[in-house]
């Protein structure tokens, strides 16, 4: 990112985002869509959170917030040698839902030189399934069928809420249910999908870090309804794990970070299993490591917090230039796991799918082989 801009915003695309949605076929399919922006405009350093699981999309997907001030974040603390931290999920495998863009192409094209590498390094990886679509009446049968899922193999799927009121703050993924109190309810029916198995909540990506916009009042409502929505997921299952946005280590202090998780909830067991850091973003794991262990300790909750990292493309970290669009010279990150051998890390994720784009190699949250294949092969 550049020093001065590390955000994932949204200046007037709107991106395609894959959601696992109703397509008429079936409340328990999930089924994508694509809806294109009529426009791309440069766009401030940073990338886009684009779901990755085949569902359908909402009207306002792709980029996800993910900036703020370079120059203001926290310089990354050295690794701590306290004992690896067991988590509850720790001996779980992570769930792949057999319906993605990424899938889909693999089993369409067995003949394209790069389908070997886009397949075994992309599409055999699990990758999150995202809910970026208001709709109450379906959206209990469809967490259900990806969750259902994930417990018939005895793995865990992660599945992102992304339907919070002012979403994006009127950015390129703006959207979001009509208010905090249909958002609530949504919640409710959200957590009535999530079973008894073992499953991993990325709680509204931005919907933190990207606070700054709204007044006092309306973000003290936001991050009431995130904390509420943190205590009515654990209790509907207990096995399920929360976690809670912490932007990622380009955007805010971990000091201001912190305070505001802590405000929203994160830091209460009740709410809460830690957060999650670098959703669509390409920053380097060992400075997500650092900046996720000086949250924790400044967010001072439960030593049974940790935190998730997205390492769907940030094999060589983000670019010097500050460009988050489909920036050329990226790669895949880590495989997901769940047993990172990291104090309180308790998973790398692909939150983000790679190979679906921001809006520059392609209309924004469809998958482009393009892009897919230059991330898995570089």
């Not at 350093?45 to 974040?73: G, M």
């Not at 720790?90 to 369409?108: F, G, I, K, N």
């Not at 009740?270 to 650092?290: C, L, M, Y």
């Amino acid at each position: 990112m550049v020093a001065a801009v590390s955000v994932v915003v949204a200046v007037g695309t709107v991106t395609g985002m894959m959601s696992a949605l109703d397509d008429g076929r079936g409340s328990d399919a999930a089924r994508p869509e694509v809806t294109s922006s009529p426009r791309l405009e440069p766009l401030p350093a940073v990338p886009s959170a684009s779901p990755s699981t085949k569902a359908s999309a909402t009207p306002t997907p792709s980029p996800s917030p993910s900036k703020k001030r370079e120059e203001e974040s926290a310089t990354p603390s050295p690794t701590k040698t306290e004992p690896k931290r067991q988590t509850a999920a720790a001996s779980t495998r992570l769930y792949r839902h057999p319906e993605s863009q990424v899938l889909d192409w693999v089993r369409a094209n067995p003949g394209d030189p790069r389908h070997a590498v886009i397949e075994s390094r992309i599409a055999d990886h699990p990758a999150a399934v995202w809910f970026a679509d208001y709709t109450p009446a379906t959206i209990t049968a469809r967490v259900r069928a990806v969750t259902s899922g994930g417990a018939a193999q005895g793995r865990a799927p992660v599945i992102v809420p992304y339907a919070i009121p002012d979403r994006d703050c009127g950015g390129y993924s703006n959207g979001g249910a009509p208010g905090l109190g249909a958002y609530d309810a949504w919640i409710d029916a959200f957590a009535a999908g999530l079973g008894s198995g073992d499953v991993i909540v990325i709680l509204e990506p931005d919907s933190i870090a990207q606070s700054d916009c709204l007044s006092a009042g309306a973000r003290a409502d936001r991050f009431a309804s995130l904390a509420r929505a943190g205590r009515v997921l654990k209790a509907a299952n207990p096995k399920a794990r929360v976690y809670f946005d912490a932007g990622h280590s380009g955007w805010n202090p971990a000091a201001k970070q912190a305070a505001l998780l802590k405000q929203a909830g994160a830091g209460s067991a009740a709410s809460s299993d830690g957060i999650f850091s670098n959703v669509s973003n390409f920053h380097r794991t060992a400075d997500e490591i650092a900046y996720d262990r000086q949250v924790l300790d400044a967010l001072d909750g439960p030593a049974s917090l940790g935190a998730v990292i997205d390492t769907s493309r940030n094999g060589n970290g983000a670019p010097a230039d500050g460009r988050w669009c489909d920036p050329a010279g990226r790669k895949i990150g880590r495989t997901p796991t769940l047993n990172t051998g990291e104090a309180r890390v308790d998973g790398y994720l692909w939150v983000k799918l790679p190979g679906e784009s921001d809006g520059c190699k392609g209309t924004p949250g469809t998958f482009s082989p393009s892009y897919a294949y230059d991330l898995a092969s570089s």
